[in-house]
């Protein structure tokens, strides 16, 4: 059980990290990015990691703010819809 909490919290850093290294955002800002990608990956019942390799993909593509958040809940959506 502890070995799964820490392949996941290292998992999150780093889809944090590569989101931080591709959009060039601040410690502030990536701290607020994974508040709201927690809150988000609640309501859309899935893992905050998850949510976050989503927004990567988003984020990859020059895309930001709302579009990252409008692509990245419908892709955990359909994932989820689709299994």
Do not use: C, P, W
């Amino acid at each position: 059980m502890l070995s799964s909490a820490v392949t996941h919290a290292e998992d999150l850093n780093k889809a944090l990290n590569d989101i931080r290294i591709v959009t060039g955002y601040s410690t502030n800002t990536m701290a607020n990015f994974a508040l709201e990608a927690s809150n988000a990956a609640k309501e859309l019942s899935t893992t905050t990691t998850e949510y976050a390799k989503a927004a990567l993909i988003f984020y990859q593509q020059g895309l930001s703010g709302d579009a990252v958040t409008e692509r990245a809940n419908t892709v955990v959506k359909l994932a989820q819809v689709t299994g």
